[in-house]
């Protein structure tokens, strides 16, 4: 009778011996002893979160566990750990990993291309040396820092032992949860870089899961700069933890997206109680370090403190590597070397090959640059001819395994040579405890990848060939397209584009596209018709039409040349044909779309459905959602509504997920567009939820719902989360490069930031927008762009600059309505008030509200009603003034506008006070005035006092002091500067600095 399998189910073990049942619960001492027991090699381990069978495998000297699972009939595979760690918590996070649809274990686990899959080795501590030098004193100081402090900065140039130190650590301090990063140029995406992050903490973690992980894909490396929605979701969710964990972040030296920082520095100011944060880096990051300093929260250890004393250097020379040298000869080697420890080793392996130790010490000087070149070329020139070729194919790669190395090689040998590499100390770095993936030391890898180009070139596009075609078989797209560019073999990456191109496309990447694109040849790319209509079509999606339509009637006239059936796509011989036809028509009705071409779309897309296969649904989608763009962009929201959500349905059972969320957020678009604010609140949540259930990238598409949530919470006064959610919108948005979407977005931030006081940041902001949308050549983002400038003077009080934006702008008052323009005009309608065109602007206005009452646009009518009444009310017209106010309190009132009250300041104040003597709306009006209404200038506050550091801020900019020279005189960051002159601002309740310098005086905090 066969021995049935242990199972674990929850946390209660159930086993057999003979007919005798037994249960243990998982954690008891019974667990561990049955787990330390020769017989036990698997069980079976069942919970809600998933399911897999865990095998006992020996590697090496040590015996360690594995998670088997199948899924699509492809066997997935996880390290557990050795017996000792094998917890409820590992358990549980290992069942979930092996769960998700599209997670691998390893990226050698699938063989279907997907956009993003995690990398899972960048999540696991380098395992320590066997043979270290101990370091007690630096030891203790990590100990003290994670009981004491929120941060531990450990920042020396390369080559000092940062991530050694930080695993010997470890290894002595089992009680902290460490959770580990290795970070890489790819992870400035904020997305990526955060789905690494939140992953790490789901690993030792899972409670994260639920809410963190529900913002970012688990198998996605992509936005999100300041991003509080998400991190309070995860600050929240590690509040409860059981257990000290630290987060550590390797090689944060790489990471140059401020808006990575930013959100850092977030989680930073909120830290959980039992959580510490470790930063490892080459250089002193952009994080509020001086107010951790001030606040003794930071400990830190630079290049000075991990340098090796002379008992560490000689324990390093003699008892690691045993060289057996004097104690003179120890001195002189720490005196060059100024206890680097990548140059001791360099040293010291070069010193094997020397009879006289101490010629080659008198010999030894020079830079760190210097020594590390003579010195890795004395090693490297050492070593058998068979681990010169593989050190140097290798050397194209960031980080590798040894089927990595069999396939850039052309050899069978990766895992005993990467072995030999290991045992013989040469710069290896382990990523995994299996010993499975590998990067070289930083030095060495700029060395070889030095001495390749000298003496190899013409080996590099082969070598980047190979690792491309491995990471294709892998389903690294990204990496896979790379190293094809960096090949140079242009025709082979447009094949490559060409085979995964539908999978991006549903993805909504159109900017990966465009990026791939534009490194191509221009000329591959107009002679090939799919890469020339990706291109159409890319360029068409952000903006750029005109663009678009010469690229496409390049393709239709190539097509044409070749034989094809151009003018009558119906006719089509077969299935290829057919297809590059259909994208073509299908972008001729996109185009046709986005000029608000109703006629046309309709006629196109009657054309294209008449022979179009219907179970062909991807094209097909694609062309229904832009009949949809067809209507809105026309003004006709309730036919395009419609169509909208009878797309959905094609749009899913095609899993095209760019589709699904353009039809589920214009959705959302029009109900706010007709003042149905909670409605289309709850439509982009549910375009969150779609666009992160996906098991690769978070969609690009997904921007639409941050953005379009981001305007919500700024019309309901709640601008932490319309900032936070803006930010994010614009963050991955980039991928998408909506223009306008961007504009629209990057203007609402502004406003954002303006209605806290913090103007610079508001007009940077815009800036950053103008430069966008100039740089891609939008011409209608960019108008937005500077109508938006235009309302920021106005409200400073600058009718010249405002004015100057009229003469230049192109709109008049005598232009049709439309609704698409409507910002643009009632901009207009303010400036022509501002110079005192008073008639002009009423009649305006009357004709917008005319417009927006027919096309039930709830938004613009309120906003519209709003300048009338105050247009009325500055001519001496209360009651008139009054009539328009209380009809616009009646649109607003229901879905709770607030915001678009307040940006109208005093003269808001004046007519909303009025309305309140006369019972309009008492309850409603009383709440707007709540947040209208501020303290005079005489009045005492007890919200303007300031800091320590605030004050020294103020007092120098009272005397004139730029940014820039207080950042110096203060040691500390230009942001941290431009946030206390943000948090003076709105203390004093301020908007300028001549402002806060006489705030200041009349309160006496300044003389």
């Not at 900065?153 to 290795?182: D, E, M, N, Y």
């Not at 509200?849 to 096309?855: D, H, R, V």
Request: proline share 4%; with cysteine; charged share 20%.
């Amino acid at each position: 009778m066969a021995r049935a399998t242990p199972r674990v189910r929850g946390d209660l073990l159930m086993y057999h011996t003979g007919t005798d049942e037994h249960t243990i619960r998982v954690e008891s001492d019974e667990w561990w002893r049955w787990l330390a027991a020769q017989e036990t090699t698997t069980f079976r381990f069942e919970d809600a979160g998933g399911s897999f069978t865990a095998r006992r495998e020996r590697k090496g000297a040590g015996c360690y566990w594995y998670a088997y699972r199948k899924h699509a009939g492809k066997l997935r595979k996880a390290y557990l750990g050795r017996s000792s760690e094998l917890k409820q918590a590992r358990l549980n996070s290992i069942a979930a990993l092996l769960n998700k649809p599209g997670t691998a274990a390893t990226p050698e686990g699938g063989s279907h291309p997907s956009p993003n899959p995690l990398l899972m080795t960048k999540l696991y501590l380098p395992p320590p040396r066997s043979s270290l030098v101990a370091r007690p004193h630096l030891v203790a100081r990590l100990n003290a820092g994670l009981q004491q402090h929120g941060l531990t900065l450990i920042s020396a140039p390369a080559g000092f032992g940062k991530t050694t130190l930080l695993s010997a650590w470890q290894q002595a301090h089992t009680h902290t949860r460490l959770c580990w990063v290795s970070l890489d140029t790819q992870d400035n995406n904020p997305t990526r870089f955060w789905t690494y992050v939140i992953t790490a903490l789901h690993l030792q973690y899972p409670v994260i899961e639920d809410q963190a992980l529900a913002l970012l894909p688990s198998s996605q490396t992509s936005p999100l700069a300041s991003m509080p929605a998400v991190l309070t979701a995860l600050i929240n969710a590690l509040t409860t933890m059981p257990q000290d964990v630290a987060l550590v972040l390797d090689d944060y030296h790489l990471i140059t997206t401020p808006a990575i920082h930013e959100a850092l520095g977030f989680l930073l100011d909120h830290l959980p109680p039992r959580m510490h944060l470790i930063v490892i880096s080459r250089s002193e990051p952009p994080l509020p370090l001086a107010h951790l300093r001030a606040q003794g929260q930071l400990t830190e250890l630079h290049a000075t403190d991990l340098r090796f004393s002379g008992a560490e250097v000689a324990a390093f020379l003699n008892q690691v590597m045993a060289l057996a040298l004097s104690n003179s000869e120890i001195a002189a080697l720490e005196a060059r070397t100024e206890g680097w420890v990548a140059g001791l080793q360099l040293a010291a392996l070069a010193m094997q090959g020397h009879t006289d130790k101490q010629d080659f010490i008198n010999a030894f000087t020079g830079s760190h640059r210097y020594v590390v070149e003579y010195l890795a070329s004395e090693v490297f020139q050492r070593q058998p001819e068979h681990i010169q070729d593989f050190l140097l194919a290798t050397a194209i790669l960031a980080r590798f395994s040894s089927s990595l190395c069999d396939a850039v090689t052309g050899r069978a040998d990766g895992r005993e040579v990467l072995a030999e590499l290991e045992q013989a100390h040469l710069f290896l770095v382990p990523l995994d405890e299996q010993r499975r993936w590998y990067r070289y030391h930083h030095l060495f890898s700029e060395f070889l990848r030095t001495r390749l180009q000298q003496t190899r070139s013409a080996l590099i596009p082969q070598l980047h060939h190979q690792a491309a075609d491995w990471y294709e078989s892998q389903g690294l797209l990204d990496e896979a397209v790379e190293h094809m560019l960096a090949s140079t073999d242009y025709e082979g990456t447009a094949y490559l584009v060409e085979r995964h191109a539908e999978a991006i496309l549903k993805q909504g990447a159109h900017m990966t596209i465009l990026h791939w694109l534009r490194a191509l040849p221009d000329e591959l790319v107009r002679a090939r018709p799919l890469l020339n209509l990706l291109y159409a079509g890319s360029v068409g999606l952000i903006g750029q039409l005109d663009d678009a339509e010469a690229r496409l009637r390049e393709v239709e006239q190539l097509l044409a040349a070749a034989g094809l059936p151009v003018a009558h796509p119906e006719h089509a011989e077969s299935a290829p044909e057919r297809h590059i036809l259909g994208l073509a028509m299908a972008i001729r009705i996109f185009l046709a779309s986005a000029r608000a071409d109703v006629p046309r779309t309709v006629e196109l897309v009657e054309q294209m459905l008449a022979w179009w296969p219907r179970e062909e649904m991807f094209v097909g989608s694609m062309v229904i959602v832009s009949l949809g763009q067809a209507y809105m962009l026309s003004g006709d929201l309730a036919t395009a509504n419609r169509i909208f959500l009878e797309n959905r349905t094609i749009s899913q059972a095609s899993d095209n997920i760019y589709v699904l969320l353009t039809c589920i957020c214009a959705s959302a678009f029009a109900q706010s567009f007709q003042g149905h604010l909670q409605r289309a609140a709850e439509i982009y949540r549910q375009a969150l939820r779609q666009g992160s259930q996906r098991s690769g990238a978070l969609a690009p598409g997904v921007s639409m719902a941050y953005a379009g949530l981001g305007l919500l919470f700024y019309d309901w006064n709640r601008l932490d989360e319309a900032e936070s959610h803006l930010r994010l919108g614009i963050e991955v948005g980039q991928q998408w490069g909506y223009m306008s979407m961007l504009a629209q977005a990057h203007t609402y931030l502004a406003y954002t930031l303006y209605a806290r006081g913090d103007i610079p940041a508001a007009f940077e902001i815009l800036e950053q927008a103008e430069q966008l949308t100039r740089q891609h050549n939008v011409a209608a983002a960019i108008d937005s762009v500077l109508a938006s400038r235009a309302r920021l003077w106005l409200a400073l009080g600058n009718i010249e600059a405002a004015s100057e934006w009229l003469q230049t702008c192109g709109l008049s008052s005598a232009d049709p309505t439309h609704y698409l323009r409507e910002f643009g005009h009632l901009t207009l309608v303010r400036v022509l008030s501002a110079q005192g065109h008073y008639e002009d602007a009423q009649a305006f206005l009357a004709r917008l509200l005319q417009a927006a009452e027919c096309e039930q646009r709830i938004r613009g009518a309120i906003e519209i009603l709003m300048l009338q009444a105050i247009l009325f009310h500055q001519h001496g017209s209360l009651p008139e003034a009054l009539e328009m106010l209380t009809r616009a309190l009646a649109l607003a009132e229901p879905e709770g506008y607030i915001r678009v009250f307040m940006d109208e300041g005093r003269p808001m104040i004046d007519l909303l006070r009025h309305a309140l003597t006369r019972g309009i709306t008492p309850g409603y009006t009383r709440k707007l005035l709540a947040a209208l209404e501020i303290p005079e200038a005489g009045e005492s506050l007890e919200s303007t006092s300031l800091s320590v550091r605030e004050m020294r801020v103020l007092a120098s900019i009272a005397t004139g002091q730029s940014n820039q020279q207080i950042a110096a005189d203060l040691t500390i960051a230009l942001s941290t500067v431009k946030t206390h002159i943000n948090n003076i601002y709105c203390k004093l309740n301020v908007h300028s600095r001549t402002q806060a310098v006489a705030r200041a005086r009349d309160l006496g905090l300044i003389t």
